[in-house]
């Protein structure tokens, strides 16, 4: 099945302990994409890689990093989390851009984070 | 700065009507549009999208229309069902970067 998966899908921990989100695709895509929500901002972008080795900011990258070593995992890494990063996390991929019918962006199922 | 903005948080319609959520947008470099809809504790899907040189994508029961002078997009569902009650993202891309809106929660009454 073709999906995009994420862990873990809640997570509680403290300010300053480093996390690790994974993203996993099955569907060889080229694009994958983090994205955080929150109540009364919507979906904001924060990092995005067109391929392998290649990731580049997106709206609000302060706090994270990403690596793509390998086309199918995009890990989102924060390595000093402080509460303003409790939010619901969303992983996207798509084969590449820009986006259609043809190439949609396919959503993981979310992590919820709370940092306390 | 929100660049893309749904100023209606909430619609309600009646099952067999005509649903219509509306979008805003600010840059105008932005090259594509696209429609999501998202039910609790689930990510995103992907609904509808329309290149910044169309005016009007039709899918079935989905219609997204651009007005490029008004900066505005629309989505129109008709006939709105049931299973249709979920909140709805707007979207820009320009170049690599995606661009959401706050989201608009429908609700379809049998």
């Known amino acids: 099945e073709a999906q995009v998966t994420q862990n873990p899908r809640y997570l509680i921990t403290v300010t300053g302990k480093k996390l690790t989100v994974t993203c996993s695709q099955n569907?060889?895509?080229?694009?994958m994409s983090w994205y955080r929500q929150d109540p009364g901002l919507g979906l904001r972008q924060i990092y995005y890689?067109?391929?392998?080795?290649?990731?580049d900011k997106g709206d609000v990258p302060e706090g994270y990093k990403v690596s793509r070593k390998e086309k199918r995992n995009f890990p989102l890494i924060l390595e000093s989390p402080s509460p303003n990063q409790t939010s619901l996390y969303f992983c996207?991929?798509?084969?590449?851009?820009?986006?259609?019918?043809?190439?949609?962006?396919?959503f993981g199922p979310g992590t919820r984070l709370t940092v306390l | 700065d929100q660049q893309v903005k749904q100023n209606s948080p909430s619609l309600s319609v009646q099952e067999g009507r005509i649903s219509i959520l509306n979008c805003d947008y600010t840059?105008?470099?932005?090259?594509?549009f696209l429609w999501y809809k998202k039910y609790p504790a689930e990510g995103p899907t992907f609904l509808i999208s329309?290149?910044?040189?169309?005016d009007k994508n039709e899918d079935g029961r989905f219609t997204v229309f651009l007005n490029k002078s008004a900066k505005h997009l629309s989505l129109h569902i008709v006939p709105s069902q049931p299973g249709d009650s979920a909140v709805y993202f707007c979207?820009?891309?320009?170049?690599?970067?995606?661009?959401f809106g706050t989201g608009t929660s429908l609700t379809v009454i049998p």
């Open positions: 996207a991929s798509s084969l590449t851009l820009p986006p259609s019918s043809y190439n949609e962006q396919f």
């Open positions: 329309i290149s910044s040189i169309k």
């Open positions: 979207a820009a891309t320009t170049g690599n970067q995606f661009y």
């Open positions: 569907m060889n895509h080229e694009y």
């Open positions: 890689s067109m391929n392998v080795e290649v990731t």
């Open positions: 840059n105008s470099m932005f090259d594509y």
